[in-house]
């Protein structure tokens, strides 16, 4: 596609349920990355996969969250056993590569609301 | 923390240049300054980015001072659709984008 393409846009879900957030980046992008933003903050980095690796998983709040990245392309950000603070807009990017210099390109976002 | 300094809010007549200031006087040698926009509940959207040289796109200009201290985004025939959160970013590596609380931008009729 031309852009980022995350799903759902948006998820309500009950609080204890698991959710999968998923993210279809730029054709071509070996790069990915995943932040949350909460209502009125800022961004958080939560992990970035260059191919399907993930060097630095530091930014993941708790071993609730996992994320996965298959033939470099999709990636899948799995919540378990949700809590009403994981409430957020989770968005996905994507680069060429990690390389400083590199634009990255964002979706529009997952909203996520766990009641 | 952010490691840049912006404006909370600024306003611009429709038609006119929008000038955005950032300071990031502790910006290293490798490190990129780096624009995106956020309108409410859309992802960022990138404008511009820039080493030390002045840039130049279809949305934007960033001119980088000399010491690369500060830089100002500019929009050169702002139009309402222009209002939004301006993040400005100094990154030495594409997966270190931290955002600050960035300038609203108003762009008034």
Redesign the interface.
């Known amino acids: 596609g031309a852009g980022?393409s995350q799903s759902p846009s948006n998820k309500v879900t009950e609080k204890g349920k698991d959710v999968e957030l998923r993210c279809d980046p730029i054709s071509g992008h070996t790069?990915l990355?995943w932040?949350r933003q909460s209502l009125g903050q800022?961004?958080e980095?939560l992990i970035?996969f260059q191919g399907n690796s993930a060097p630095?998983k530091s930014g993941l709040p708790s071993d609730r969250f996992s994320a996965e990245r298959t033939g470099g392309s999709v990636s899948t950000l799995t919540i378990q056993r949700t809590q009403q603070e994981d409430s957020a807009v989770y968005?996905c990017a994507s680069?060429l590569?990690?390389?400083?210099?590199?634009?990255?390109?964002?979706?529009?976002?997952s909203w996520l609301t766990v009641v | 923390d952010a490691k840049t300094t912006q404006p909370p809010s600024m306003d611009c007549a429709e038609g006119r240049a929008a000038n955005l200031p950032c300071n990031h006087s502790t910006i290293s040698g490798n490190e990129y300054v780096y624009w995106y926009r956020q309108i409410h509940s859309q992802g960022p959207q990138y404008i511009i980015h820039g080493l030390k040289n002045n840039e130049t796109n279809e949305m934007a200009s960033l001119i980088i001072t000399e010491d690369r201290k500060s830089s100002t985004l500019i929009l050169p025939h702002a139009t309402l659709r222009d209002t939004a959160v301006y993040y400005c970013i100094n990154s030495g590596s594409a997966r270190q984008l931290t955002f600050g609380s960035g300038t609203q931008l108003t762009v008034l009729p």
């Open positions: 980022v790069a990355y932040y800022g961004l980095f970035y630095d968005l680069s590569s990690t390389v400083s210099g590199n634009t990255i390109y964002f979706g529009e976002g």
